[in-house]
């Protein structure tokens, strides 16, 4: 079971919804474990603005990731266990998203990299 954190990036933000809604329906099905997750946008100035998720504040790694969405731009980003990828990306595919997917520990260790002075 790989920890994952994925942005699906939609053209429609309101499909970002739905793939938000479905998500905690998987991982309510066990098929996934859904650890964090949140619908965000990319303002045209380049600023993440949180619309929805089961998040108090975005995570780091979260954040990383989804500032390779363009501006103006709307994804489902989230921290998920995953026993199969095809659970993700099939839920990318019903709602007409393209999943980006990178293992948390490698985003933690570029986090980390960057906090570390020098």
């Avoid at 964090?36 to 790694?61: N, Y």
């Avoid at 954040?63 to 659970?87: C, M």
Wanted: proline letters at 3%; one cysteine or more; glycine letters at 6%.
């Amino acid at each position: 079971m790989n920890r994952n954190v994925i942005a699906i990036h939609f053209e429609d933000e309101s499909r970002a919804f739905d793939a938000l809604t479905e998500l905690k329906a998987a991982s309510a099905a066990g098929l996934v474990q859904l650890l964090q997750a949140a619908v965000v946008r990319r303002d045209l100035r380049g600023q993440l603005q949180v619309k929805e998720g089961v998040v108090v504040a975005l995570d780091p790694c979260m954040a990383q990731l989804a500032q390779s969405l363009p501006a103006g731009a709307t994804a489902l980003v989230a921290i998920v266990r995953e026993f199969v990828v095809d659970v993700v990306d099939g839920l990318a595919r019903e709602c007409g998203g393209q999943v980006q997917r990178r293992p948390l520990s490698q985003l933690q260790a570029e986090v980390a990299a960057r906090a570390a002075p020098g």
